[in-house]
């Protein structure tokens, strides 16, 4: 999803006077040496903007945006397969069907010649989410690290801080998060609650898992047995002590979005894209009351998009440069922060940022931007890419509303294993269950 700038503007304007001499992941390209024209479906419409960045300092390469629907996006790409059509130079493998893209083989080795990707400059946590075979197929586009984002304020009030390095000593189990859900709502007389929903606690756990949910095309015992237990204690013990509103029942509803803005709900899920898509366009007065910690399962990836160079492109020489200096170089890394708010994890971009220059009011006087990149995302940990995963996470959303919505308290622990094991099957007929 897309970030805008933090400090985007001056340091935009700044790149356009750059004459760079780039600092590849991939040294052996000579990019100024590279002529012609590569093509990438894509349904992001900012990439025109780093694209038109690259093509100032680099004019002997063209870069064609095809803007494809990002519904349709899967469907166009086995269409095209199916059809013997042509695929472009470049496809991107947004996180929610990239286990689908990734397993198609379609992708060249970047690993390989002639692109040499040197993957120990690329953030560790991401390897494995751009992996075919053990080998890096795809370039992240952004850092998408997750924590947890809270009203300073409102913290303050009723936990007796607001301070990032107090909370999450404080609330570094889900045991003590319920405990604090409790005080919150003792302290304001059931007025306040810690988290605006279940679903900010939903995300969290769907995000922030390492283990297979399935295996040999069977679900693992984690997914049917270890992970529902958790769960299930997490949301009933949530309910007990009314740690979030039951009345703001999803994300991007106009519960949710009136919540973020009143002075009652003091917690959500957040990365580093959700100031710009959730807080900012319904919090308009939120300037300096937010700031961000690390959730109880740590620091977790949430969404991104890797782009990758199909093994059919007649152009991957264009395509490599666009995408090294793109995403494998410090010079595309800065481009890409100031012009589309997307920071890629390359490590030496991260590592030699000069975060003091970043600014985002509402989170002041907190560098969100350097706890996002800097202190969260080299402690993430993932799991990889699954055929399954959207159908397995939906399956519990499904399930979790039942019990959400359970008024007899009729829903054991082994009723929901039950429940869950079902909406999966239902889901996923083709998993061997």
Known sequence: MKLKSIGGLALACALAAIVPRVAFAAPSVDISKVKGTCTMWTWDTSE?????????LYPNIKVNIVSVNYDDYMNKVQAAIAAGSDLPDILCGEYNFRAQLLKMNILEDLESAPYNLD?????????????????????????????????APLAKKYLGTDSVADLEKKLATWDAVIAAG?????????????????????????????????K?????????????????????AMLKNNVFDKAVSDHYTPAMNNAIADDDHIMLDAATWTAAYV???????????????????????????????????????AAWA???????????AEANLALRGFFPPFKPAVEGHDYSKDRNDYFLPQNVSEKFYKLMAPSIKVRAPEIYSNQIKAAFKTVEMAVLNDKNDSITLDKYKELIRKEIKNNCPDLDM
């Not at 025109?48 to 100032?56: E, P």
């Not at 075979?133 to 997750?146: D, P």
């Not at 666009?322 to 595309?332: D, R």
């Open 48 to 56: 025109s903007d780093v694209v038109a960045q690259f093509s100032k």
């Open 119 to 151: 993957r120990s400059q690329i953030m560790s946590y991401e390897i494995p989410l751009s992996s075919y075979n053990g080998k890096i197929v795809g370039l992240e586009g952004c850092i998408t690290a997750g924590g947890i984002a809270y009203k």
């Open 182 to 214: 409790k005080t919150v709502q003792a302290k304001s007389n059931g007025k306040a609650y810690l988290f605006h929903a279940w679903a900010d606690v939903q995300e969290i756990f769907d995000c922030a898992g390492v283990e297979p949910l399935t």
């Open 216 to 236: 040999d095309n069977k679900p693992t015992e984690y997914l049917l047995n270890t992970m529902p237990t958790q769960r299930y204690n997490v949301l009933k």
């Open 279 to 317: 807080i900012k366009p319904n919090d308009k007065n939120g300037n300096g009351r937010w700031r961000e910690m690390v959730a109880p399962t740590g620091p977790f990836n949430c969404g991104g998009t890797t782009y990758g160079i199909t093994k059919a492109s007649k152009n991957k020489d």
């Open 322 to 332: 666009y995408l090294s200096w793109s995403f494998a170089s410090k010079e595309g």
